[in-house]
């Protein structure tokens, strides 16, 4: 935890990624998980999967992998949307409700075709949400 004690840090040699609830690490990297509900439609998580998948590029990682509740089917609809696949589950993952965790992954992100599906996806967003610009510096 922080000096404050009151959220968890990167451990060491990884970077934090989204609200310090996921580590990125050579060679993929982790997205922030949920989301409060009254938020969803809004393309507000679609924003920080397109800047995590930014980052991760940025950082020349491999691949991104991440995990979501199985029930969380939009969530799961989304990644799939991006180029994720389902590559199997951690069972009794979630503490709160012991729910199984769906692990999902890309496929390398530095290829040609997984880079034209993320500036397209990335185009009709913007269409829809407004521009915006990433300055990672």
């Known amino acids: 935890a922080d000096a404050g004690g ?3 840090t990167a451990p060491p040699g990884m970077a934090e990624l989204g609200a310090g609830k996921r580590w990125c690490a ?6 922030p998980q949920g989301g409060a ?16 998948l930014a980052l991760a590029t940025i950082n020349d ?8 509740r199985a ?8 990644y799939e949307k991006y ?9 009794r993952y979630y503490s709160d409700n012991h729910e ?7 496929e390398p992100i530095h290829s040609a075709p997984y880079q ?7 185009r009709e967003h913007r269409e829809r949400c407004g521009h915006y610009e990433f300055n990672f510096d």
């Open 61 to 68: 990682r491999e691949v991104v992998t991440l995990e979501v």
């Open 116 to 122: 034209a599906l993320l500036q397209q996806l990335r």
């Open 100 to 106: 199984d965790a769906v692990i999902m992954t890309t």
């Open 83 to 91: 180029g994720f696949r389902n590559v199997g589950v951690r069972h």
């Open 26 to 31: 050579p060679p993929r990297a982790g997205s």
């Open 71 to 78: 029930s969380n089917q939009a969530a799961q609809a989304l």
């Open 37 to 52: 509900v009254k938020l969803r439609g809004r393309g507000i998580g679609e924003l920080l999967l397109i800047a995590a």
């Open 6 to 8: 009151d959220r968890p």
